[in-house]
């Protein structure tokens, strides 16, 4: 008998997609995107299309395992479920009396977005168990940090379905064919009306290959190119006065700081031409509707909240959150006002828990005291594959008295460190509830088969442990659908109308969003209430109250690091893998073709190499191979790796994060994983058959 079910892609992408599956004999044959879901519409990008690769994979994990080579091998035995729950609840029950509570690390992220397996018990077990809590920085707190300072927390957005209504579309740090395919119909069908498509971005990726003007900047100089546009619109009378007076607080003294970036300079910080500048800043003050998608991609560098911010203030000058579809989108979070207070349980935690920064991982292994890290529990993420510094974290996980343990659904980088590898199920074999961040639908999802092998969901795994470490709270008993009711618990008008029995249907919920949406219709949640060009919260941290730019400590302008390496690396996604994701199927593996650094032709022969050539990518932290691809869709002195190969699969057995410091942004202890500086040689291939040897 075939049956189709429907379902909800959990990957950490804007576009939450609706799916169907087609299910014969308890095994799924076929994935498509749900036609009647309305923003994603009907189609699956290249990568969960084929999502049977990883559910049905031969690297599966089947069974809880234990480790019997050394750390790192990658060698297990199965056991029993008994045994491994057993064995971490006698870990922890003496690391917490040894050492206390905070001697455990949990170490989660996006495998998954469901609220009840990203957010819900797996937190509320380890805030119960006293655990070091884990600040989740790595991909948009430094993003989040420098909207909240210029528009207020809980970011949100003019929708993406009213891109029809704008003349003007600004891709900034955004790849959208790749990382948020869905939004590109909608580009599109506000082209066919006319919106010109401008893509600001150092690499002519996927996406600036479709635009009609594509500003190739250098990385890391957002915030000047933001200051010079609006040092233009600004002295070329080209505001909505009206607007700033009534929405925005700080123009006079922005006003006054703007007149430090003058086109020309900026031209010469970003390295576009001077008329460029121009040009944008008066397309983007005369558009009568302009719509900027901000990427995230951008912030994850040193001076990376600064650019947000500078770009959130763009559009407070021209108005353009009047219009509907106008204005500036990031993420949607903050139109789902859900009741999220009772979900993960923070109230469980003691008081003043140590948190630290995830990106901070591998000296938290390596070097943190009173008390150490004494065991790491790894669920929904990838570290080896996706933290940066890997050489030093991977340092840090061969301590012989770290217990480490990994819940996961393949063997990955990191399940090769695991002292117990735990099996997980995916989002096809579990219940869980979705929203989208590039759109504003939400959707619950049912298990479509049943879980393989032994493995279960962390919502199981952590009641189970709740229940042997003795915790008799009765949010350990709770089920999903439990969970998921709690969240609906609220009378916030866009979630009006919208009960539980609606969700549980199963089928994509739009919010209540009012008709026309214009985010921010009320004020914007700062301080003032108003859109902060000036920031009196900044000024009291002592801090620059203006938006500004600072040159990245590792990049050009630092001469003593550039003699060494004198080229800057950015590192953005792969088209056919999401993060780590996929990183295992060898179909995807074969149409992203192999690990590449895009390099420009004048770099290259500056250094007598040739397309094709296996190159060694190197810098104080660590290097990686890949193959050389000689490219004008990259800057002189910019190189380019897209994509997270796992190190395993890549040759030489040393991923990309190798490279990228563990340091932070400088707002909201955000990533900086384009930040960093290289040099890269011909590597010969002899030379590999040796050191593998
Ligand atoms: N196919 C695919 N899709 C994905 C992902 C994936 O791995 N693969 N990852 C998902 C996740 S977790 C996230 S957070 C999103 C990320 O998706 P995006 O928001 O698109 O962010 P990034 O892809 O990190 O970077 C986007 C662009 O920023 C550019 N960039 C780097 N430095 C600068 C700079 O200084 N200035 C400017 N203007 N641009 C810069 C990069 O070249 C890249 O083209 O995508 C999600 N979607
Ligand atoms: N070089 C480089 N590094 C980067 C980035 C980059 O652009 N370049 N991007 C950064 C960004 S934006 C992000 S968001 C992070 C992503 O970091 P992670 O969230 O760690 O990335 P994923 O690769 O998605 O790894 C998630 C793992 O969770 C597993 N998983 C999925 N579902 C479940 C589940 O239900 N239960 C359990 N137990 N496991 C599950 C998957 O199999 C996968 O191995 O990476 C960051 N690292
Ligand atoms: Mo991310």
């Known amino acids: 008998m075939v049956e189709r079910k429907r379902s909800v892609c959990p990957l950490n992408c804007p576009d939450r997609c609706g799916i169907i599956a087609t299910v014969e004999r308890g095994r799924i044959i076929k994935l498509q995107g749900d036609p009647e879901h309305p923003f994603t519409a009907g189609f699956l990008c290249n990568k969960v299309l084929h999502f049977t690769e990883r559910l049905y994979s031969p690297l599966r ?51 998954t977005l469901g609220y009840v397996h990203a957010q819900g018990m797996g937190h509320r077990f380890f805030h119960r168990l006293g655990a070091t809590q884990l600040d989740r920085t790595i991909c948009s707190a430094g993003a989040n940090a420098g909207w909240e300072v210029t528009l207020g927390k809980d970011p949100m957005g003019p929708d993406p379905m009213d891109l029809e209504y704008a003349d003007l579309i600004i891709l900034w740090g955004i790849n959208a064919v790749s990382t948020s395919p869905h939004l590109m119909p909608f580009v599109n069908q506000a082209r066919k009306k006319g919106a010109r498509l401008i893509v600001v971005d150092p690499y002519r990726n996927r996406t600036a290959k479709q635009a009609d003007e594509h500003l190739m900047l250098r990385p890391g100089t957002d915030a000047a190119l933001a200051l010079g546009m609006m040092q233009v619109i600004i002295n070329e009378n080209r505001i909505d006065k009206e607007f700033i007076a009534q929405y925005t607080v700080g123009f006079d003294q922005l006003k006054e700081r703007v007149q430090v970036y003058p086109p020309e ?88 828990t140590r948190r630290i920064n995830m990106l901070h991982l591998p000296d938290a292994l390596l070097t943190l005291d009173n008390p150490p890290v004494k065991a790491l529990f790894v669920f929904h993420s990838n570290p080896v594959a996706i933290n940066p510094n890997q050489q030093k974290l991977i340092q840090g996980l061969r301590r012989s008295d770290l217990f ?13 460190y695991a002292d117990l590898v735990l099996p997980a199920t995916t989002f096809l074999e579990h219940t869980d509830f979705y929203r989208g961040y590039g759109h504003h639908f939400m959707q619950m999802a049912y298990p479509v088969v049943a879980p393989l092998g032994e493995s279960k969901p962390d ?52 919010l209540k969003l009012p008709d026309p949406y214009l985010p921010y219709q009320n004020g914007f ?18 801090m620059d109250p203006l938006p500004h730019y600072t040159p990245l400590q590792e990049g ?138």
């Open 265 to 352: 300079q900026v031209a010469s910080i970003t390295g576009l031409p001077v008329e460029q500048i121009r040009n944008l800043a008066r397309a983007y003050a005369m558009a009568q509707t302009s719509y900027i998608r901000l990427g995230t991609g951008l912030s994850r560098h040193q001076n990376g909240g600064m650019a947000i911010r500078a770009i959130t203030c763009l559009p407070g000058l021209t108005g353009a959150w009047k219009r509907r579809g106008g204005g500036i989108m990031r993420v949607t979070h903050g139109a789902y006002r859900l009741n999220t207070a009772k979900f993960d349980r923070k109230d469980l935690a003691p008081p003043n």
């Open 459 to 510: 919502h199981e795994l952590f009641s189970l442990l709740a229940q042997r470490m003795g915790f008799t709270e009765s949010c350990f008993a709770e089920s999903p659908e439990e969970m998921i009711k709690t969240l609906f618990e609220t009378d916030d008008p866009y979630l009006e109308g919208i009960t539980y029995e609606m969700i549980a249907s199963g089928k994509p919920i739009r």
């Open 404 to 416: 480490t343990v990994v819940h996961e659904q393949v063997f990955t980088d990191t399940t090769d």
């Open 525 to 542: 949640p700062t301080p003032s209430g108003k859109i902060e060009f000036y920031s009196e919260t900044l000024a009291q941290q002592g």
């Open 61 to 111: 994990i089947l069974h809880p395992m234990r480790r019997i080579g050394a750390k790192g091998e990658g060698k297990f035995v199965p056991i029993s479920w008994e045994e491994a729950l057993d064995e971490i609840v006698a870990r922890f029950q003496q690391i917490v009396q040894e050492y206390g509570g905070e001697a455990i690390l949990p170490y989660s992220y996006t495998g």
């Open 556 to 693: 050009p302008e630092n001469l003593m690091l550039t003699a060494r390496y004198p080229l800057q690396l950015i590192v953005p996604p792969a088209h056919h893998f999401l993060n780590s994701n996929f990183g295992e199927v060898k179909m995807m593996q074969r149409r992203e073709g192999a690990p590449q650094l895009l390099m420009h032709p004048q770099d290259a022969a500056a250094r007598g190499l040739q397309d094709g050539d296996m190159v060694r990518i190197y810098n104080d932290r660590g290097e990686t191979l890949r193959t050389l691809r000689i490219s004008e869709d990259t800057r002189e002195g910019v190189v380019v790796a897209e994509g997270i190969w796992w190190a395993k699969h890549n040759p030489g057995g040393r991923g990309i994060n190798q490279l990228t410091a563990d340091r932070t942004a400088d707002l909201g202890g955000g990533s900086v994983f384009h930040s960093n500086l290289v040099e890269v040689e011909r590597y010969l291939l002899t030379e590999l058959r040796v050191s593998s040897a």
